[in-house]
Nanobody, 114 residues
Framework: VQVEESGGGLVQPGGSLTLSCVAS????????GNWYRQAPGKQREIIAS???????DYADSVKGRFTISRNDNEMTMYLQMSNLQPEDAGVYCC?????????WGRGTQVTVSS
C-alpha cells in the first residue's frame, strides 16, 4: 500500500500550484479522499475532501480558491490551488479513508513567499 504526494514547491503570493496524490496497493475508488495541511506551529487541518462519488467539500479558508478532484482510473487525487497566500504554506498530505482504514502519504511542502 502506498500513497505519494507530489507537486509542492515555492510559489509567490497570488500564484498557483497543483498537487497530485498517487495511490497503489488498494482499491482506491471505494475510498474517500482528503487533503490535509499542517502549517508551522499549527495542528494539522483538513482542507478538502472528495467522496468516492465525487462530491467535494472544503474548509472555509480555501473555498473558492482550491479544487479537489480524483481520477479513479489513474488512482490519483489532485488539489488545484490558486491565489495562494502566505497562510497557505505548510506540508500538504493526502489521505484515503474508508471506515477503519486510513492510508497516508508523507506530504509535500508548499511555500508561499515573494
Amino acid at each position: 500500500v502506498q500513497v505519494e504526494e507530489s507537486g509542492g514547491g515555492l510559489v509567490q503570493p497570488g500564484g498557483s500550484l497543483t498537487l497530485s496524490c498517487v495511490a497503489s496497493g488498494f482499491i482506491f475508488h471505494i475510498y474517500n479522499g482528503n487533503w490535509y495541511r499542517q502549517a508551522p506551529g499549527k495542528q494539522r487541518e483538513i482542507i478538502a475532501s472528495i467522496s468516492r462519488g465525487g462530491s467535494a467539500d472544503y474548509a472555509d479558508s480555501v473555498k473558492g480558491r482550491f479544487t479537489i478532484s480524483r481520477n479513479d482510473n489513474e488512482m490519483t487525487m489532485y488539489l488545484q490551488m490558486s491565489n495562494l497566500q502566505p497562510e497557505d504554506a505548510g506540508v500538504y498530505c493526502c489521505n484515503a479513508h474508508l471506515a477503519a482504514a486510513d492510508f497516508w502519504g508523507r506530504g509535500t511542502q508548499v511555500t508561499v513567499s515573494s
